[in-house]
């Protein structure tokens, strides 16, 4: 508690107001297009993958929820448990979903006590852009825990509006199979020329009993979801003040709450559970950013949040035990860019978290973790090479109030990226990143009764990427291709290995070596006035073997959960009386185990989609009405063993805006 007392207070007064929430972060990142070195080429390539939804894409693939949106984005693997309030989480390049950061609106999301981020709280109503990175972004001005993950799902709200003072709302109904009822709305003004508030809100009901079939060898049996109702919602509030034309001051408050039932894996002739998880998630952040001078520009970030999870067991029988789990967190952070020269830009970043976790189901109690975090960054862009080079230093520090604490951490994570354009008259660039990266052993991995283990060393994860850019623009039609090819490899992976059927132990086992390709294709031809078709797919091949025993028999096995094959297409006819968008995409098979054993194989899939849109103009008034139906072959298949997805379903949706 002394380290607390001492480091917490000393960062705080280093910071002072010097605080940036996410509400400004797209306009940061816009202002650092020009700002951080002032590119004679605008359209300069990317180092490293990035792939980005903007809010009008998501409209015109007609994707209407963030697993959807997840598909068309090459080199991630999804775990999805099925539903509307089924767990969802994302996997990059085989590496693993706890490798993953997630940014909402400019600051990371974080879970000390599982490492995972379930997607499955955040809702696209309101949501403005996506951008998954691998390895490193090009944007150097940026807070340290930002870049201390190997890939980051960036998700982007919408902004309070400044250009007017006159009152932005969006609403939207939608409603779909299985009861499921999502409401939403978006309020955002500008209550002087220098103060805008906005105020978002979702709220989502599903019964979510979807039919599902369960094969006994031969024996084919019909069967419904049980027990998997669900509500959830939440509310977001943004202020945005302009201090100066140089200096903006914003803050966020947020609340999610869900209630829902947990299904259960299914088993044969037995498909009743009564298992029951209630998670609420507050936060507040506030932010500053300043452009000080041509050459020097300051921000900073300041955020607590609090997390719980309330799960009850309605079958004591079953062995495992009713738990609470609180989780706590002080985070701040301040960054400083300089840049002395047009195509050179230098960066320095600090942030300090403290993270807490509260049950009774630890071998320790109340574990915590001080966290430091420092980054020195440099950018060199000139008219045809972009280098981008990062030092990031981390120090962990572990804690407990009884019992055995955790190893500490220290480690050295370098970086670099470039990428170069080969002919001056078109937009063919080739690219490469190499990026040095750890994780530490999340809290249950390190304390968990019966499973955690103190012992464990940090994953240490290592990426290297060659790759190919290509777009072309004419009158009528435009084309942009990318081609990836990428090997990593994890050392000390954490994995659990069984004693007995009843206790397990986390040890530091696995050696995993990753090697693929992806492959993006975006295209769109205008065929005549208000008439256009768009094609957009991607494609990843990746090997994700294990490498832990040489002398092993599941020696270079395909890990777990890891297809070799994944792929979505995408068509979309744009035409003035009803938008349509077809979209395809599936894997080939999966194990659930290392090993391959018999009965753990997970078959391949294809499902396809469809939806059809059009906006109606009204005066002052936007109206867009949409209807999608999904997986219109009816095809049953599991993200995750014994977890069906659901089979044909549809959805329908109504959005007003004023």
Sequence with gaps: MGRRAIIFPLMMSVLGLQAQTDSIASRVHALQGVEI??????????TVPVQMITEERMLNLGIMTLADALTHIAGITVRDYGGAGGMKTVSVRGIGSRHTGVIYDGIALSDCQTGEIDLSRYSLDNVSMLKMVIGEDDNIFLPARSTSSAAALVIDNLKSPTEDHSAHLKARLTYGSWNTVVPSLYYGQSLSDRLSLSVMGEFTHSDNDYPFKIYNVKLLTKERRQ??????????????????????????????????????????????????????????????YATLSDRFSL???????????????????????????????????VAALYSPKSWLAFSYAGDYFYNALTTGQTASGHPSRHSLLQTLSAKVATGRLTVVSRLLWSNYINEVRAGETGKDGRRLSPSISLSYRLLSAEELYIRAFWKSIFRMPTFNELYYYHIGS?????????????????????????????????????????????FNMFVWHMMNLAKVTV?????????????????????????????????SNKNSEYYKNQIAYTPEHTFCATMTWHNPWANFTCAFDGMDERWTTNSHSAGTRIPGFVEMDASLWRTFPL????????????????KQYDLVAHYPMPGRSWRISITLEI
């Design 454 to 498: 103190t012992d464990l060393r940090p994953e240490k994860t290592r990426q290297l990427n060659l790759g190919v850019t290509y777009a072309k623009r004419q009158r009528r039609f435009e084309t942009s291709l990318t081609l990836d090819g990428y090997l990593n490899r994890v050392d000390d992976k954490i994995v659990a290995i069984p």
């Design 37 to 46: 070195v002032s590119l004679k080429n605008k359209t300069v390539a990317a």
């Design 227 to 288: 027990n998997s109702k669900m509500n959830s919602g939440h509310l977001e509030t943004n202020l945005l003040w302009k201090i100066t034309d140089r200096q903006t001051l914003s803050g966020k408050l947020y609340y999610y709450d869900n209630n829902r039932q947990l299904p259960g894996i299914v088993h044969l002739y037995n498909n009743k559970n009564s298992e029951t998880l209630h998670d609420q998630n507050a936060f507040a952040q506030a932010g500053y």
């Design 515 to 547: 090697y693929g390709v992806d492959f993006t294709a975006n295209a769109r031809y205008s065929l005549a006035a208000r008439h256009a078709l768009e094609l957009n797919g991607n494609y990843s091949w990746q090997r994700a073997e294990n490498q």
């Design 619 to 634: 005066k002052k008034y936007t109206l867009t009405a949409r209807a999608a139906m999904m997986n219109i072959a009816d």
């Design 299 to 333: 921000q900073g970030n300041l955020k607590y949040n609090w997390a719980k999870s309330d799960y009850r067991n309605g079958n004591p029988a079953s062995g495992i035990p009713d738990g609470r789990y609180y989780q706590q967190e002080y985070y701040a952070s």
